[in-house]
């Protein structure tokens, strides 16, 4: 089955203590990113791929991470978290190319408390 | 990408059609018309896009009026699975970099009704 998966779904973490979230993919896509939500704000951009090794910066990228070493792996790194990241984690993938191509699928979401 | 325009919320019966707008008056020639639709925390999903010409497909149809001013996505036979957020986004496709993104406003939240 076609999927974005992500883990942990679920975290509770304090101040300070480093931690990944992994995405993974298993549609050979080449596009990746990364959103947050947050309630009033919608969702936002945290970080991008085009493709292996080729990341860049979304609108919210400060305390954030990521590599892309694999192309079916894109893992979000909070270094330090603090609890203003406190938020739900969606990451995407998509292939690139026009048309129904570059339709994006998201993961299911991660849920972060950072106390 | 340009902005658009929806209810924050509309209710529908079990059963029965559910029409939800969408107003992007300043779309490009180039853009494209996405919807999306989000329920309770899930990852966002799929539903359908479209240039100029009307799309069907299984879950839905699209409906974009020929100044492509405007857009509606319309729901057949909505269930009370299909309560949701529905998002209408415009975008460039072959777009690289910063604007491959999906630029998500406030959506419609969609409630179907027994």
């Known amino acids: 089955e076609a999927q974005v998966t992500q883990n942990p779904r679920y975290l509770i973490t304090v101040t300070g203590k480093k931690l990944t979230v992994t995405c993974s993919q298993n549609?050979?896509?080449?596009?990746m990113s990364w959103y947050r939500q947050d309630p009033g704000l919608g969702l936002r951009q945290i970080y991008y791929s085009m493709n292996v090794e080729v990341t860049d910066k979304g609108d919210v990228p400060e305390g954030y991470k990521v590599s892309r070493k694999e192309k079916r792996n894109f893992p979000l790194i909070l270094e330090s978290p603090s609890p203003n990241q406190t938020s739900l984690y969606f990451c995407?993938?998509?292939?690139w190319g026009g048309g129904a191509r570059e339709t994006q699928y998201f993961g299911p979401g991660t849920r972060l408390l950072v106390l | 990408d340009a902005k658009t325009t929806q209810p924050p919320s509309m209710d529908c019966a079990e059963g029965r059609a559910a029409n939800l707008p969408c107003n992007h008056s300043?779309?490009?020639?180039?853009?494209?018309v996405y919807w999306y639709r989000q329920i309770h925390s899930q990852g966002p999903q799929y539903i359908i896009h479209?240039?100029?010409n009307n799309e069907t497909n299984e879950m839905a149809s699209l409906i974009i009026t020929e100044d492509r001013k405007s857009s509606t996505l319309i729901l057949p036979h909505a269930t009370l699975r299909d309560t949701a957020v529905y998002y209408c986004?415009?975008?460039?496709?072959?777009?690289?970099?910063?604007?491959?993104?999906?630029?998500f406003g406030k959506g419609t939240l969609l409630t179907v009704n027994p």
């Open positions: 549609m050979n896509h080449e596009y």
């Open positions: 986004i415009v975008r460039v496709l072959r777009s690289g970099g910063s604007n491959y993104k999906l630029t």
């Open positions: 995407a993938s998509s292939f």
């Open positions: 300043t779309i490009s020639g180039n853009e494209y």
């Open positions: 479209g240039l100029k």
